[in-house]
């Protein structure tokens, strides 16, 4: 039986950075309560992105690897094909997995790569301070598009879910939230269920979280988890993407 | 102080290029420099240009490629980190003689590094960074205002020699606020036109664009006539500042910050009766190895102050020889040198080396 | 004349726009002026600071490692700077959120209950404004009609609305620094 309000062993004993109402903090805490779960803390090499989650190495209580802006899931496949009795984890921003990271996280999933990534969209840019990010939604203000995103010059948000599941290497892909008690519930059966298809070595898996940014949004954390009810859950819908079966 | 306005130096930047008739920038944020690209987001579509935040550096730096091709006024900025990403389309641009400007506004490294300001870009920047035999101008300003007249004249000199210019920043820099004055400087009336660009074969043959060369006979000599407008760069551009150092019997070398700090160290030198002189390089390349080697003639000692464990101290050391001690104080990772830190290592090489 | 001070405080108490007044009235009194901000994640919640220097002369180091004056808007940032002060420099702290004193006793030292003092005048952000005004009051660096003058340019216009409770603030704060200056 898991303790429900202990902290899990996967998760280090710190105060993290993150700003109050963010829910990187949940997130982090969803994985580790998996990775104890499944009884593989011993095993798992986790990657830090670049991005406000560049510390997440202080925050798990596993082995981790800080890799460069964008390129976690490369970093992830030379560790998982070196060692691939290793569980390994990426954990990567918008603007790192979708901006930057866009050509390495589509040849992972490609690959169907043993992987697990962990997707936190949160529609811009949080630790340089707020700039537009490739989820960042139509009409939305950020400090690079000052009169709302016009699609028209800076392009339409990606639906990385989506575009993800169209490879046959991709097992696993599921959208998630934590914006009440039950998405929570739902986000932590994903991620379990994204670990379990590595473990099981049936290819790539992928967990995009829609999370807050209060800080970059300027709104307050319930103004922020409302946003992403509103806003976001209706151009990124919640749910697993189902997988395309492999052709021959 | 009439007609000074109060800038960061990253605003100033992303101003300047505008004032020159830079009319596409393209770039990807990263600290400290996050005010240009903000600033130019704003900005551009106030005067018709274009702002693009692109995917990546990588990309970013392709599009200043295909905008140079197409024969515009062109600029990207970014940190250290990016700057790495970007030597590629550095290299394919020199090699391709594309007139560009390029803005780093340095951080600590290596790696991700930290974000305050540091000089650790030096040999990146003068000695290669990206493959092959190339050079690119750089300039290391030291003053928001410096910073401003150097990007503007960035523009007409990479249209002079078809070839990429480099503004060598630092986070103290980009991040200060200083009065400066933002004289309009319309493009130099004698540049050549841009009869390569490739903007459609209209009535024309047509132009290539490329750094290809197959048959080494023809790259070899590609690169030869590279080299011949490097040598003209060189002859051209040394540009650097002296203080006080016609008396001096200790020469502190220092560019950008660095330099404003020594220069903080000299005056309490000079309070003690220290003959302490400071030269500035301001083109890092091409180096001012000559006048150098002029200003410090009279002096016993040279001391070489940077935010690096030592990288500008090597074309000290090739300036001068065995001439005389060049001594090095550097602090790195985004610590800066404090004046009294740089006075006790004048004072030590006085006491020292008397 | 030639100043090198420090405001420092936690994220969100304004101590940037402090010095950007300074600065911005030092440029617009003729004097040479630099300013330069902490920066990056750690602003988040976290402290701040900015170093301005106003002088006569050309201004060498853009950095204040040696300030003449510093200003603490919380606890964190009286230890942090209170040992740099040079020796018969300033302190101005604010004892609306510092509970203890300052360790010199080789400068002068100024209290600004500026948390209370912006409470009563009726917005505790402006307290900022109170211990800005204890400032130019002990230092006279720049005039308090020309930091005012300064707001209209460094303020965003839809905060102009904000300019007269600011000048009450640093009204306050002024008489603080004359009180102070009396007790000598
Ligand atoms: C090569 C390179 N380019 C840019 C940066 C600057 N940078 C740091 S984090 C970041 C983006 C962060 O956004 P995101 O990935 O969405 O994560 P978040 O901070 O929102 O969690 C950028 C552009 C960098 N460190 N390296
Ligand atoms: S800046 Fe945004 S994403 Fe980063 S920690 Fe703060 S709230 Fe979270």
Redesign the pocket.
Known sequence: MQKVFGRPEALADVPTHYCPGCT?GIIHRLIAEVIDELGVRERTVGIS??????LAYDYFNCDFVEA???RAPAVATGIKRASPNSVVFTY??????A??GAGEIVHAASRGERITVIF?N?A?????GG?M?PTTLPGQKTTTSPRGRDPEVAGHPIRVCELLSSLSGAAYIARVSVTSPANVAKARRAVKKAFETQLEGRGFSLVEFL?T?PT?WGMTPVEALKWVDDKMAVYYPLGEYTRVPEVG | MAGKVLMKGNEAVAEAAIMAGCRCFFG????PQNEIPEYMSRRMPEVGGVFLQAE??VAGSNMVYGAACAGARVMTT?SS??I??MQEAISYMAGAELPCVVVNIVRGGPG?GGIQGAQSDYFQATKGGGHGDYHLLVFGPSTVQELVDLTMEAFDLADMYRNPVMILGDAILGQMMEPVEMRKRPPRADLPPKTWAATGAAGRPKNIITSLYLDPAKLEKHNLRLAEKHRRMAAEQVRYATHMTEDADVVLVAYGTTARIARAALDRARERGLRVGLFRPISLWPFPYEALAAATAGASHVLVVEMSLGQMVEDVRLALGDTKPVHFYGRTGGMSPSPREILDEIVKIVERGA | MHEEVIFAGFGGQGVLLMGQLVTYAGMMEGRNVTWMPSYGPEMRGGTANCGVAVSEKEIASPLVSEPTSVVAMNRPSLEKFQGMVRPGGLIIYNSSLVDVKPARNDVRVVAVPANQIADEIGDVRVANMVALGAYLGVTGVVSVDTVLEAMKKVLPERRHGLIPLNQKAIARGMDIAAAALKAG
Not at chain 1, 92 to 97: E, F, P, R, S, T
Not at chain 2, 28 to 31: C, D, G, R, V
Request: proline share 7%.
């Open positions: 990187h992105p670049v991005g406000c989650a560049v460069s802006h964008g990567q921003g918008d603007g790192d997995l901006s930057i936190v949160n811009i840019y949080g630790m340089t700039q990010a999370s940014c970059n | 990807y944020p990263i600290t990546s550096e970014s980190p990016g790495s990403l991700l």
